[in-house]
């Protein structure tokens, strides 16, 4: 079945560190450009930055709002997309999607607690 | 920056169309994507590259781009259909969601 599940989503203090995981099955992950999207409650829909694939560079773009704050990093060999966030805000508080743009995960919530 | 807005709502009668706009500056120079998300749930592909629709949405789903405006449309729109729904764009590598917009079937 081709499916994304992401993990590693809580509850964490302003200005502390989480990191988020998404696997990825029954497709070629090494192959896909991964995104990571989040929903904050009551909010639309924002996006929070891309990485590329190995063989396009492994490029990563980032969102005004978390730039210089989150990493996306990517390990192909466990087929696992990872989103490292730091000095998290209040407004980081959101449900986190990872997707390949036609594949999503069901998502995982972070809750920034002040 | 860059910034595609869309109508807050839209309400359509059963069997009846629905189109969903999304406004951006040359907008029409850019790939246009379009995602239905409903409550507690991932959001769905439902259009790529502005017209361009995945094997599992069904026909009554189009799109159209083109100058400062890309349009999703719904024909015979059903119960099912009623969501939010958002346009997203590439704008020099960063990615960018469309306001969203809530679908009502009445």
């Known amino acids: 079945e081709v499916r994304l599940v992401e993990s590693g989503g809580g509850l964490v203090k302003r200005g502390g560190s989480l990191r988020l995981s998404c696997e990825g099955f029954g497709f070629t992950f090494n192959d896909a450009w991964m995104s990571w999207v989040r929903q904050a409650p009551g909010k639309g829909l924002e996006w929070v930055g891309r990485i590329k694939s190995k063989a396009d560079g492994e490029t990563t773009d980032y969102a005004a709002p978390v730039k210089d704050r989150f990493i996306i990093s990517r390990d192909d060999s466990k087929h696992t997309l990872y989103l490292q966030m730091n000095s998290l805000k209040s407004e980081d508080t959101a449900i986190y999607f990872c997707?390949?743009?036609?594949?999503w995960g069901p998502g995982t919530e972070v809750s920034v607690s002040s | 920056s860059f910034e595609l807005t869309q109508p807050p709502s839209v309400s359509v009668s059963p069997g009846e169309t629905a189109s969903i706009t999304c406004s951006g500056d040359k907008v029409g120079d850019k790939f246009v994507f379009w995602y239905q998300k409903k409550p507690g749930q991932s959001p769905v592909l439902v259009m790529y590259?502005?017209?361009k629709r995945p094997s599992r949405i069904p026909e009554r789903f189009s799109g159209s781009n083109s100058g400062n405006t890309a349009t999703l449309t719904i024909s015979g729109t059903q119960a099912m259909d009623e969501a939010d729904y958002y346009c997203?764009?590439?704008?020099?590598?960063?990615?960018?969601f469309g306001t969203g917009t809530k679908v009502t079937v009445l």
């Open positions: 590259q502005d017209n």
């Open positions: 997203q764009a590439w704008d020099s590598n960063t990615g960018v």
């Open positions: 997707t390949t743009s036609d594949l």
